[in-house]
């Protein structure tokens, strides 16, 4: 295109005669007489317009009802509104104090106004529940001490005041926790979400052995969803071998049946998988009858690992056999077979000659698979039980039942960065373009 | 593709071993969704096959889940809930998804791979995050626990399935056929109803199926946005197996595996038709 845009300039004909040269029309034009340089960059320019008006209204729905909540939710995990909204006074007088021993009496002042008023537009139970996240037994402190302020004169003192409603007042600790989370923004629930906290002198520490949790939670999310990705593609390799080299009437029969369980409810192969594996479901009656397994050692193989595993694996196995059954199906056979012709044994020939060829599918299925493991819910929090449960599942308790929303949206960011990470390195490998469905 | 005639031995031995591996995952992958189907017609209310219905006696089969199922009020508002989020999230998506492949499959759309990579990450970022940030967003402006918010949820998600079909439809799409028809003399609305529209239809149409599986079969997003009054069939199932699991459930499982039959069918037959319509052999 840029070469007949950029248009014909009279130095690029060197051989013309002189007369011809001088002749006037050296630019070339259109019927109407408009350069043809200036006519095709507008045509060029209102097909770029026509394409990108096109896209508009679908962008701009994606944007509004899709990009930005995730934004919402990735400015939520930083997000810390309470203390510096709640406890503004206190917040003020405590910026000075040097962290030695108790904050002056000012401070003291400060939060007494701060938890009277929030006692009386009932307001305080959300910084109260804000602090407990940072130090356990704030709640508390801070919902007694509303009772018990809530009708109070300013004292004189309001020190003694409130050491003596409750001594935790005179331990400094509560007092750090406020001074740090004074700012509006916060990195306490990237701590929290990655097991570490702050100690009492300010550092970012790990957290006691007995309270970690989510980074073992995420590996094992990483190392199930490996497990799962490689049983997929021990599982999708050979069918897609086969498929890919039988005669296409045969193999398109046999797709089906690749296909009809990427077409299925997830939630009814998730209730299929619990049916068979439960205690009391087919597998193990089956066991049984044979004389496999005697009555009483009916296998758990649901609401654990396995059947986490289980099932995943064979939601998950289509997404490996389409990918790798269309970069198999590009492969000649007259490759293998001159192979085999030179004299290279059938292991030997595959081994050099046809898996190579089958790595770009490897990777493509291999990073699809992985992607949507790491984010299952469904499936982990149905047949999970315990040891199967992944990640995704703490942000949904998070969301749902403790409501630390603060904590879900940093795990959630977490997993997020994952997830773009794997799906850059998708993009470079296949090129979204290039994705196909069904 | 039998076993060549000059294979050795083990070769041959190998050859049926291959076959016979392979019949057993293809069994993996189409037998659990099978065994819910006689399952479903047990007479007792277990979850595995009475010695009745071994025994092929007629007294171990009944319908009387499917009874259970189409006389329960919950269920049947559920099907009712479904179908308005899953058909209305369809035609925004398809409407506005068509039109964008339009534009993406233009050669003069700058930013095409950033763009193409922002329209399909919502099948890329895991539910329980697009979930979670829909119930804060949509919480905010008050379209949480509302058909509208539940709808455009599904939308956003059914959107990447219409853009990739679509697209790929477009992709082989012979652009001198709109020369051709403008060269005989029709107008450009004309060109785009007689002649791009006919062929990229069949496409179309199965990115519509596509967004109404994903948004007849989505959970997370419901669970989060959707209050009481818009509980969708995979929701009744979800609390179902969570709370009192009954039978129930696989007789509603069998007419979904049923849909899904009938879905993907369609989706042969019209990729074979777009096929054929482009001059390729179907495969």
Redesign the interface.
């Known amino acids: 295109m840029s070469t007949i845009s950029s248009g014909p300039r009279p130095a690029d004909y060197p051989n013309r005669r002189p007369e011809e040269a001088v002749a006037e029309p050296t630019v070339m034009t259109t019927a109407d007489g408009t350069p043809l340089k200036v006519s095709l960059s507008r045509k ?1 320019r209102r ?2 317009i ?6 508009a ?3 701009v ?3 509004v ?6 934004f ?2 990735l400015s ?1 995990s930083v997000d810390n509104p309470e203390v510096p909204t709640e406890l503004s006074r206190t917040v003020a007088a405590i910026e000075g104090w040097d962290g030695e021993g108790l904050p002056p009496e000012t401070v003291f002042a400060a939060a007494f106004q701060d938890i009277k008023e929030g006692a009386q537009n009932r307001s305080i139970g959300r910084v109260a529940t804000r602090l407990n996240y940072e130090e356990s037994g704030a709640r508390s402190l801070i919902m007694k001490t509303a009772r018990n302020v809530r009708n109070a004169e300013m004292p004189a003192n309001a020190k003694a005041f409130l050491i003596d409603i409750d001594e935790d007042w005179g331990d400094p600790a509560i007092w750090h926790v406020i001074q740090r989370e004074s700012d509006p923004y916060t990195l306490s629930y990237y701590l929290a979400a990655l097991d570490m906290e702050y100690n009492a002198q300010g550092e970012i520490v790990e957290k006691p052995e007995y309270m970690q949790l989510y980074v073992d939670l995420f590996i094992r999310t990483l190392w199930m969803s490996l497990l799962i990705t490689f049983l997929t593609l021990l ?1 999708g390799y ?2 897609a071998y ?1 498929l890919a ?4 009437r045969i ?2 029969l ?1 797709m ?6 990427f ?14 594996l ?1 205690s ?3 597998l193990n ?1 089956m066991m049984v009858a044979v004389g496999l397994i005697s009555d009483d050692g009916r296998l758990q193989m649901i609401h654990n690992q396995t059947g986490t595993i289980i099932a995943m694996t ?1 939601i998950l ?2 997404f490996m056999i389409l990918p790798l059954y269309s970069v198999m199906k590009t492969i000649p056979p007259s490759y293998l077979r001159a192979a085999r012709s030179m004299g290279a044994s ?1 292991l030997y020939a595959f081994r050099r000659v046809y898996f190579p060829q089958t790595l770009a599918g490897i990777g493509a299925g291999g990073i699809l698979v992985f ?1 949507l493991s ?5 499936t982990p929090a ?1 047949v999970g039980g315990q040891s199967g449960r992944f990640i ?1 599942n703490f ?2 308790y998070h ?2 039942s403790s409501l630390n ?1 603060g904590l ?2 940093a795990i ?1 960011s977490i ?2 960065a994952a ?1 773009v990470i794997l ?1 850059l390195l998708y ?1 470079r490998l296949v ?3 290039n ?4 | ?1 039998a076993a060549p005639e000059n294979a050795t031995a083990p ?1 041959k031995a ?1 050859y049926y071993i ?2 016979v ?2 019949a057993l ?2 069994l ?3 037998g ?2 099978l ?2 189907i006689p ?1 479903s017609f047990n007479a007792e209310p ?4 009475t010695e009745a219905m071994l025994s092929f006696d007629p007294a171990g089969y009944s319908f009387r889940w499917y009874e259970d199922f189409f006389t329960s009020d919950e269920w049947l508002r559920s099907i009712r809930n479904s179908f308005i989020v899953a058909i209305f999230s369809t035609i925004l998506a398809t409407v ?2 068509t ?2 492949a ?3 499959s ?1 050669r ?3 930013y ?2 950033l ?8 099948m ?7 979930a ?7 919480s ?1 402006i008050e379209l949480a626990q509302t058909f509208v918010g539940v709808i ?2 599904h ?2 998600l059914g ?1 990447p ?1 219409v ?3 679509v ?2 439809t477009l992709t082989g799409f012979d652009h001198t056929l709109t020369r051709a028809s403008a060269s005989l003399g029709a107008d450009p609305t004309r060109t785009f109803f007689r002649v791009i529209l006919p062929l990229v239809t069949p496409g179309v149409i ?1 990115g519509a199926l ?1 967004a109404f ?1 994903t948004s ?2 989505e ?2 997003v419901v669970l ?1 946005l959707a209050g009481p009054e818009q509980r969708t069939i ?1 929701i009744q ?2 609390s179902g ?2 709370e009192q ?1 009954s039978p129930t ?2 007789a509603v ?1 069998t007419l ?2 049923l849909l ?2 009938t ?2 069918t369609l ?2 037959l019209l ?1 074979r038709r777009s096929e054929r319509l482009r001059g390729m ?3």
Request: aromatic share 14%; charged share 10%.
């Open positions: 060029l097909s770029k026509k394409a990108m008006l096109l896209v209204p679908l962008f729905f994606l944007v009802s899709f990009v930005m909540p995730i919402d939710m939520r599982l050979p069918v086969l080299n039988l005669p296409m193999s398109n046999l089906i049946m690749v296909l009809l369980p077409w299925t409810s997830l939630l009814v192969r998730t209730t299929t998988w619990i049916a068979i439960q009391q479901g087919v009656d064979h196995l289509p059938q992607i790491i984010g299952y819910y469904i149905l995704t942000i949904a969301m749902q929303w879900a949206a959630a997993l997020l997830v799906y993009n090129g979204v373009d994705m196909k469905l069904g | 593709m070769e190998w291959f076959r591996l392979c995952i293809f993996f992958l189409i659990p969704i065994v819910i399952l277990y979850f595995t096959f506005l998804g039109i964008a339009l534009g993406l233009s003069f759309m700058p095409r791979s763009v193409m990579a922002i329209l399909i990450s919502p890329i970022v895991p539910l329980i995050i697009s979670a940030a829909m119930f804060f967003f949509y905010k455009l949820a939308t956003a959107i399935f853009v990739i079909t697209t790929a199965s596509f599986i007849f079969d959970v997370v989060f995979p199932m979800w197996i969570r699991i459930i696989l499982a979904l595996v899904s039959i879905l993907l989706v042969e990729r052999t179907p495969g």
